[in-house]
């Protein structure tokens, strides 16, 4: 209909003697890379409105889930900071652009709230929640034997890292971020490396990040230093996919989503120029199956009784390996760590997944901060899961 349309117009032009613009001359609609990286710097109503619709906005794969479904029962209700509880719990989360908290404990619900018009049947992108998740498939490959062991080196599964700054560093450094290469992770930078992986041309049928990083030099030498790196859980997320033949999303539905009993599909976001999913970012679920995938890590990732990750993975995931800038947090493989053994999965404007194994509890939270991160923002959060904490305490 439109070609149609444009070949009556240039018709009527040419009788009259006038000329039409050319398609070349309309401005050509953004990369999806370039779209990607404006969401860092997207206004606060955006933010609100469409982190529940990432995996329609941009291309993503499905991660089916089963026929049967992991249970939540109703547990006792959960008042946090007491009486006023309801109050405070609406407050904070209005001011934090909370749009859902869920609380597990012994696997049972004591506590549920949405808000933005956000609901149980809707989705919410992970962000950094994603690397987590993709830790875990790289745990459930170690136990299947597609990976071998976690002193492979990464060109073993990803050859054109040969000649690379990353020809050597091993599957453990790149799991807990010590890979030594240089790398810039200020979302409030444009020039940064976060805010550029993404923005390059497509280059021989490469993913972004592997055309990135292959340039990036050495900085310290791997496994001395400690440098937060969403691009190197792109490539995780790459080497895992290289490993197992199967994208993200695939391996998800198959090692966890369906065997353990997700509610709904989830969504992987691909990469523009090989059509791989993104590990650093991109997982789009509901608020309760981030809250099963918690339950899972707190059953020590066994499903039907057997283990589906392997114990070296699950034992390195749950301690510190690496110091960070804060001194009572840490990290692991892909996963905060706390000094009271309790670790997270965290992302940017505020998602996460927190497991508390001395207290069998699970919170799980999606929103929309007013930025990617701040000393505040995070203080925030920490007081809040303090304060559920104080609560399950006190009415156990």
């Known amino acids: 209909m439109f070609a149609s349309l444009r070949t009556s117009l240039t018709v009527?032009?040419?009788?009259?003697?006038?000329?039409?613009?050319?398609?070349?001359?309309?401005?050509?609609?953004?990369?999806?890379?370039?779209?990607?990286?404006?969401?860092?710097?997207?206004?606060?109503?955006?933010?609100?409105?469409?982190?529940?619709?990432?995996?329609?906005?941009?291309?993503?794969?499905?991660?089916?889930?089963?026929?049967?479904?992991?249970?939540?029962?109703?547990?006792?209700?959960?008042?946090?900071?007491?009486?006023?509880?309801?109050?405070?719990?609406?407050?904070?989360?209005?001011?934090?652009?909370?749009?859902?908290?869920?609380?597990?404990?012994?696997?049972?619900?004591?506590?549920?709230?949405?808000?933005?018009?956000?609901?149980?049947?809707?989705?919410?992108?992970?962000?950094?929640?994603?690397?987590?998740?993709?830790?875990?498939?790289?745990?459930?490959?170690?136990?299947?034997?597609?990976?071998?062991?976690?002193?492979?080196?990464?060109?073993?599964?990803?050859?054109?890292?040969?000649?690379?700054?990353?020809?050597?560093?091993?599957v453990e450094q790149l799991l807990t971020m010590t890979s030594g290469v240089r790398?810039?992770?200020?979302?409030?930078?444009?020039?940064?490396?976060?805010?550029?992986?993404?923005?390059?041309?497509?280059?021989?049928g490469r993913a972004h990040v592997l055309s990135y990083l292959m340039k990036q030099p050495r900085q310290w030498p791997a496994g001395t230093h400690w440098n937060y790196n969403t691009a190197e859980t792109d490539l995780l997320g790459i080497l895992v996919q290289r490993a197992t033949h199967r994208s993200l999303a695939a391996y998800l539905s198959e090692a966890v989503w369906k065997p353990y009993g997700m509610a709904s599909d989830a969504y992987w976001g691909k990469d523009e120029c090989d059509g791989s999913d993104t590990g650093g970012s991109g997982l789009s679920a509901t608020l309760g199956d981030y809250a099963r995938l918690g339950q899972f890590m707190l059953g020590g990732?066994?499903?039907d009784g057997k283990p589906a990750i392997a114990q070296a993975w699950l034992h390195g995931a749950t301690r510190e390996h690496a110091s960070t800038d804060a001194p009572d947090r840490g990290y692991s493989y892909l996963w905060w760590t706390d000094t009271d053994g309790s670790y997270a999965a965290i992302g940017i404007f505020g998602q996460m997944v927190y497991v508390d194994p001395a207290?069998?509890?699970?919170?799980?939270?999606?929103?929309?901060w007013p930025a990617a991160t701040s000393k505040e923002l995070v203080a925030g959060r920490r007081a809040f899961v303090a304060a559920i904490k104080q609560a399950v305490d006190a009415q156990p």
């Open 12 to 170: 009527l032009a040419l009788c009259l003697g006038v000329s039409l613009p050319s398609a070349a001359s309309e401005p050509a609609k953004p990369s999806v890379g370039r779209q990607l990286e404006g969401v860092l710097f997207w206004p606060q109503a955006e933010r609100d409105a469409q982190f529940r619709r990432m995996y329609e906005r941009f291309p993503s794969d499905r991660a089916a889930h089963g026929a049967r479904t992991h249970a939540l029962p109703a547990g006792k209700p959960l008042a946090v900071d007491g009486s006023e509880g309801a109050a405070r719990l609406a407050r904070y989360m209005a001011k934090y652009h909370v749009a859902g908290v869920m609380v597990l404990q012994d696997g049972r619900v004591r506590l549920q709230r949405y808000a933005l018009g956000f609901g149980p049947q809707q989705r919410w992108t992970s962000f950094s929640v994603a690397k987590s998740v993709t830790s875990v498939l790289l745990g459930v490959a170690l136990q299947q034997g597609y990976i071998h062991g976690m002193g492979d080196t990464l060109a073993t599964y990803i050859p054109e890292l040969r000649g690379s700054a990353y020809a050597d560093v091993t």
């Open 359 to 368: 207290r069998k509890l699970v919170i799980a939270q999606v929103a929309s």
């Open 301 to 303: 990732g066994r499903i």
């Open 183 to 204: 790398w810039n992770e200020d979302y409030d930078d444009a020039k940064s490396d976060v805010a550029q992986m993404y923005l390059g041309a497509c280059v021989d």
